[in-house]
């Protein structure tokens, strides 16, 4: 007997698809709140839908949240009161950095502490649940997503989609401040072939278990109510009807018992996936993969009810998807109070409230990356003169388009943060992309630069070219920007390039070029001052990159934990015709995972690990001095990196294993220490399931994933 049998049993097959269907909130009219248009993103919307649907799309603000949820509860048959979800990614109305910056502070408790806060601000804007976290792993900066993930390391995606889902859901997703949260998109999403959004993935079962899976299942085990079905077709098989991955595989093998939403229309893309020839049969294939919502297609509310008429279709699966639908609303407490946190004065005072943007200015400034710093350029002295160059300058544009509600107008522009800090100049110089006519512009930054000491160029990605199809099949910056960026560089000045970005960028000549580069990607609410904080020293950078950065598209995909093929490069300098190599290029990153400078130097010592040898009982503790050598605190994030020399399958060069961020006052040394035990070694064996296998393995500590040394230690039995 199912908690809601009751009501579900005097429910009618439209009742219950209409749970099941998912609409825009551009669907109910502004004026009464509730009428819903004919036609939906080219969908038709039958009457009888309006007052039977589950939940909205993309609808937040108290006022209007509570007066369509009022209106629905009035005119609905059982009372059963709406959903309503939003892509809260990065915050709601105060905006932390695009995810894949944050992935770059290696805090991952700093990532939990800014999803609460969004979680608070779109609560009490009536926000039930989010989609988000967004698991997908990324190794093809072509693909514009890769700024909606976490990066190429299977580790720490799996830390920052459970920081998300616990930052979102807190101990009960009931409590006030409190939303449900969506991992997406189940599976595979960010290994679009040719890194084209929506693109065909060919993924093996090894590298799926070992590199894609292993985020969904964590968010998924730290309790994350929702799973949204991928557009990509799997191995041949459109996600949204793979009933290998959502029955045996997500509710199966993982044991999930939450509620299953397909991406925005990918139920009636079946059709052009070619995995199904019409509408109907689109529906019956989704339903019996177990998809319980469909998201702005209609092909549920419109197609099921003839299919169930020819015994076609077990209504009983409509019960079950409903059962688990009303679950999510109960334990969202919305039959007890159906408003939750809807409130125009707590929106009043937590939207963008300065507790809040002090985090945001706090994350953003730890988000950024500094990728060279040639003759300490930076931090800039107050005493500098300073142009500010480029079409990052000024503009409010410093947030992705995955913006949420955040007002680009409350974000703090890059002029700004620095304005009141040193003697500043600003010119655009160029637009964000190629324009007709911008000499003159150019010009007018060069005399601005002529009179300065250092010279900022803020260049980089229009927020559009990243992003949901957002692909790109170049990585440099738009030619007029780098035409501004030669200009400049004639004139001999210091100069620091700082970029705003989505992916990983091909920076070509900016490379050898310019003094120093920061990476900021899009920082947020609080950009500028982020900005000026590290530009100018108060905070001493710490990101480390959670993507690495190639030199020319050519490599890509290019990630650090890749297979060592059976002719593994030699050494650079003499480097063997046959074996795994460009003739015109390195194989190496220009920046590799793990990479990021500070101001100041940090030394590490001599690794030592505590024995040679390990059963599976024993721990080997990996040891490593760390000396700050500057004269300044230093944020250091210490990595640990392992190295199975033998197994069932072939083993990665280099797997993160664990990390430290420590703190070090100027001179101090500090000898930091790793335990590793079997688990650390256990993967996803050929025969064996999930352990470890006996044998050599390579232990590495250092700055980063291209560390050299090692030592080495035998696995027994
Ligand atoms: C979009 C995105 C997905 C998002 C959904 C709802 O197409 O793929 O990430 O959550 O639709 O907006």
Not at 208 to 234: H, R
């Amino acid at each position: 007997m199912g908690k809601f049998d009751s009501i579900i049993q005097k429910m009618t097959v439209e009742e219950k698809l209409g749970q099941m269907s998912q609409l825009m909130a551009e669907c109910f009219g502004e004026e009464d709140c509730g009428t819903l248009m004919g036609i939906s993103y080219g969908f038709e919307v039958k009457p009888e839908l309006a007052w039977n649907l589950g939940s909205v799309l993309g609808m937040s603000g108290a006022k209007r949240v509570k007066d369509v949820q009022k209106t629905y509860l009035e005119k609905s048959t059982h009372k059963i009161p709406l959903m309503f979800m939003h892509d809260v990614i990065h915050g709601f109305r105060t905006s932390f950095p695009s995810p894949i910056g944050m992935a770059c502070t290696w805090e991952p408790e700093l990532v939990e502490k800014a999803s609460a806060v969004a979680a608070k601000e779109a609560s009490v804007s009536g926000v039930h649940l989010t989609f988000s976290p967004m698991a997908d792993l990324a190794r093809d900066a072509r693909w514009g997503r890769v700024i909606e993930g976490n990066g190429e390391d299977p580790l720490l995606n799996c830390q920052y989609s459970v920081a998300r889902v616990k930052g979102y859901q807190g101990d009960n997703i009931r409590d006030k401040y409190r939303m449900a949260s969506c991992v997406k998109h189940f599976a595979g999403y960010g290994a679009a072939e040719s890194g084209r959004d929506y693109n065909t993935t060919e993924i093996s079962d090894y590298q799926l278990k070992e590199s894609y899976l292993p985020a969904y299942k964590a968010a998924i085990d730290a309790g994350c109510k929702m799973v949204m079905t991928a557009f990509n077709a799997l191995n041949g098989v459109p996600c949204t009807g793979n009933k290998w991955l959502y029955e045996e595989l997500l509710r199966g093998e993982w044991g999930f018992k939450g509620s299953v939403i397909t991406d925005c229309t990918a139920l009636y893309e079946l059709i052009p996936h070619g995995y199904a020839e019409n509408p109907a049969q689109a529906a019956k294939l989704a339903l019996e993969t177990g998809v319980d919502i469909e998201m702005v297609s209609t092909a549920y509310f419109n197609e099921i009810p003839k299919l169930i008429a020819e015994g076609k279709i077990d209504e009983a699966l409509l019960d079950t998807a409903v059962e688990r639908i009303l679950e999510l609303k109960e334990e969202l407490g919305l039959f007890e109070n159906p408003y939750k946190d809807a409130d125009e004065e707590e929106e009043k005072r937590w939207h963008v409230c300065a507790e809040h943007r002090a985090l945001a200015r706090e994350i953003a400034a730890r988000s950024m990356v500094l990728l060279k710093n040639d003759n300490h350029v930076l931090p800039i002295q107050e005493k500098e003169k300073v142009a500010l160059v480029g079409p990052f300058a000024t503009t409010d544009t410093m947030i992705d388009i995955w913006k949420c509600m955040a007002k680009p107008e409350e974000c703090v522009t890059f002029f700004d943060g620095m304005k009141d800090r040193v003697e500043l100049v600003a010119a655009e110089g160029c637009a964000m992309t190629e324009q007709e006519g911008e000499e003159a512009l150019m010009a007018e930054a060069v005399e601005a630069a002529k009179q300065c000491d250092t010279v900022i160029l803020a260049l980089g990605e229009h927020p559009s070219l990243s992003a949901e199809a957002g692909s790109r099949a170049y990585l440099t910056l738009p030619e007029n920007q780098q035409k501004l960026a030669k200009k400049i560089l004639e004139l001999g000045k210091k100069t620091v390039l700082v970029l705003f970005n989505g992916r990983p960028l091909e920076l070509g000549f900016l490379n050898e070029e310019v003094d120093s580069i920061l990476v900021a990607w899009y920082p947020g609410t609080e950009a500028g001052n982020a900005l000026a904080d590290v530009l100018l020293g108060d905070v001493n950078p710490s990101g480390r990159l959670s993507i690495s950065f190639p030199y020319t598209l050519g490599q890509v995909p290019i990630y650090y934990n890749a297979l060592p093929t059976g002719r593994p490069k030699g050494s650079d300098d003499n480097p063997e015709r046959f074996t795994s190599r460009y003739v015109d290029a390195p194989n190496d990153a220009a920046y590799p995972f793990g990479y990021g400078l500070s101001y100041g130097e940090v030394s590490y010592g001599e690794l030592s690990i505590s024995n040679d040898k390990m059963t599976a009982e024993d721990t080997i503790t990996a040891t490593m001095e760390v000396t700050n050598l500057g004269d300044r605190e230093v944020m250091e994030t210490v990595q640990l990196y392992l190295r199975d020399m033998g197994g069932s399958y072939s083993r990665p060069v280099k797997m993160l294993k664990d990390y430290q961020k420590i703190t070090l006052q100027p001179g101090e040394k500090r000898t930091i220490t790793f335990n590793i035990d079997a688990e650390m070694l256990k993967y996803n064996t050929r025969e064996n399931g999930y352990t470890y296998e006996e044998g050599t393995f390579r232990v590495f500590v250092g700055p980063n994933s291209s560390v050299k040394d090692y030592k080495e230690f035998v696995l027994v039995s």
